[in-house]
Protein backbone atom coordinates (compact mmCIF):
# COMPACT_ATOMS: atom_id res chain seq x y z
CA UNK A 1 0.00 0.00 0.00
CA UNK A 2 1.43 3.33 -1.08
CA UNK A 3 -1.23 5.72 0.78
CA UNK A 4 0.17 8.34 3.74
CA UNK A 5 -0.63 7.90 6.76
CA UNK A 6 -2.54 11.29 6.65
CA UNK A 7 -4.33 10.28 3.08
CA UNK A 8 -5.35 7.14 5.07
CA UNK A 9 -6.68 8.94 8.09
CA UNK A 10 -8.63 11.20 5.91
CA UNK A 11 -10.18 8.42 3.27
CA UNK A 12 -11.25 6.38 5.86
CA UNK A 13 -13.15 9.36 7.85
CA UNK A 14 -14.57 10.74 4.75
CA UNK A 15 -15.71 7.24 3.38
CA UNK A 16 -17.48 6.81 7.28
CA UNK A 17 -19.12 10.88 6.70
CA UNK A 18 -20.21 9.65 3.35
CA UNK A 19 -21.83 6.71 4.66
CA UNK A 20 -23.06 8.05 7.55
CA UNK A 21 -25.32 10.03 5.00
CA UNK A 22 -26.66 7.17 2.88
CA UNK A 23 -23.96 7.50 0.12
CA UNK A 24 -24.15 4.27 -1.92
CA UNK A 25 -20.70 2.19 -3.51
CA UNK A 26 -18.22 3.56 -1.14
CA UNK A 27 -14.87 2.97 -2.35
CA UNK A 28 -11.09 3.86 -1.60
CA UNK A 29 -8.83 3.42 -4.44
CA UNK A 30 -4.88 3.16 -3.62
CA UNK A 31 -3.83 5.53 -6.48
CA UNK A 32 -0.44 6.08 -5.44
CA UNK A 33 1.71 4.02 -7.76
CA UNK A 34 -0.37 5.60 -10.79
CA UNK A 35 -0.61 8.86 -9.59
CA UNK A 36 1.90 11.94 -8.73
CA UNK A 37 -0.52 14.11 -7.33
CA UNK A 38 -2.49 12.14 -4.75
CA UNK A 39 -2.35 8.76 -2.97
CA UNK A 40 -5.73 7.93 -2.97
CA UNK A 41 -9.24 8.41 -4.30
CA UNK A 42 -12.69 8.03 -3.17
CA UNK A 43 -15.58 7.79 -4.74
CA UNK A 44 -19.25 7.85 -3.29
CA UNK A 45 -22.34 7.82 -5.17
CA UNK A 46 -26.25 8.96 -4.72
CA UNK A 47 -29.14 9.09 -6.20
CA UNK A 48 -30.01 12.56 -6.69
CA UNK A 49 -28.21 16.19 -6.60
CA UNK A 50 -29.30 17.07 -2.85
CA UNK A 51 -28.44 13.65 -1.48
CA UNK A 52 -24.62 14.25 -3.26
CA UNK A 53 -24.83 18.05 -1.90
CA UNK A 54 -25.62 16.41 1.35
CA UNK A 55 -22.59 14.06 1.47
CA UNK A 56 -20.08 16.24 0.77
CA UNK A 57 -21.29 18.77 3.06
CA UNK A 58 -20.63 15.68 6.13
CA UNK A 59 -17.62 14.61 4.61
CA UNK A 60 -15.88 18.43 4.70
CA UNK A 61 -17.69 18.69 8.35
CA UNK A 62 -16.20 15.49 9.42
CA UNK A 63 -12.69 16.36 7.84
CA UNK A 64 -12.54 19.54 9.51
CA UNK A 65 -13.11 18.22 13.00
CA UNK A 66 -10.48 15.36 12.84
CA UNK A 67 -7.26 16.37 15.58
CA UNK A 68 -5.65 17.66 12.54
CA UNK A 69 -8.15 19.62 10.50
CA UNK A 70 -8.56 19.29 6.91
CA UNK A 71 -9.89 22.03 4.43
CA UNK A 72 -10.13 20.99 0.59
CA UNK A 73 -7.70 23.16 -1.35
CA UNK A 74 -10.13 22.82 -4.68
CA UNK A 75 -14.28 22.54 -4.60
CA UNK A 76 -15.57 21.63 -8.22
CA UNK A 77 -18.89 20.80 -9.40
CA UNK A 78 -21.23 21.90 -6.31
CA UNK A 79 -23.35 24.22 -8.66
CA UNK A 80 -25.10 21.10 -10.63
CA UNK A 81 -24.52 18.49 -7.54
CA UNK A 82 -23.94 15.95 -9.93
CA UNK A 83 -20.47 15.41 -9.16
CA UNK A 84 -18.62 16.91 -6.54
CA UNK A 85 -14.77 16.87 -6.54
CA UNK A 86 -12.98 17.62 -3.09
CA UNK A 87 -9.05 17.74 -3.42
CA UNK A 88 -7.26 17.91 0.03
CA UNK A 89 -3.96 16.74 -1.80
CA UNK A 90 -3.30 13.85 -0.39
CA UNK A 91 -7.26 12.42 -1.12
CA UNK A 92 -9.12 13.58 -4.15
CA UNK A 93 -12.63 12.66 -3.22
CA UNK A 94 -15.58 12.18 -5.86
CA UNK A 95 -19.48 12.02 -4.74
CA UNK A 96 -21.28 11.35 -7.82
CA UNK A 97 -24.82 11.23 -8.85
CA UNK A 98 -25.10 7.55 -9.87
CA UNK A 99 -25.54 8.52 -13.52
CA UNK A 100 -22.56 9.78 -13.38
CA UNK A 101 -20.97 7.10 -11.54
CA UNK A 102 -21.81 4.81 -13.84
CA UNK A 103 -21.65 6.86 -17.65
CA UNK A 104 -17.52 7.69 -16.04
CA UNK A 105 -17.31 4.78 -14.68
CA UNK A 106 -13.72 5.62 -12.38
CA UNK A 107 -14.18 2.46 -10.95
CA UNK A 108 -13.26 0.03 -14.09
CA UNK A 109 -10.87 3.43 -15.22
CA UNK A 110 -8.78 2.31 -11.91
CA UNK A 111 -9.49 -1.36 -11.93
CA UNK A 112 -5.79 -2.04 -11.45
CA UNK A 113 -5.41 0.11 -8.92
CA UNK A 114 -5.65 -1.83 -5.24
CA UNK A 115 -8.38 -0.79 -2.70
CA UNK A 116 -8.61 0.24 0.40
CA UNK A 117 -10.94 -1.47 2.72
CA UNK A 118 -13.77 0.12 4.38
CA UNK A 119 -16.54 -1.23 6.45
CA UNK A 120 -19.35 0.86 7.51
CA UNK A 121 -19.28 0.97 11.31
CA UNK A 122 -23.13 1.16 11.50
CA UNK A 123 -22.69 -2.46 9.57
CA UNK A 124 -20.42 -3.32 12.42
CA UNK A 125 -22.33 -2.44 15.08
CA UNK A 126 -25.90 -3.87 13.42
CA UNK A 127 -24.00 -6.72 12.83
CA UNK A 128 -22.48 -6.96 16.61
CA UNK A 129 -26.10 -6.10 17.90
CA UNK A 130 -27.71 -9.10 15.71
CA UNK A 131 -25.20 -11.30 17.00
CA UNK A 132 -26.22 -11.31 20.91
Known amino acids: MTVSDRAHELA?????????????DVVIIDVGDQLVITDAFLLASAPNERQVIAIVDAIEESLLNLPEKAKPVRREGERSGRWVLLDYIDVVIHVQHTEEREFYALDRLWKDCPTIPFVDRDLVDAEAGAGE
Open 12 to 24: LAAAQAAADKKAQ
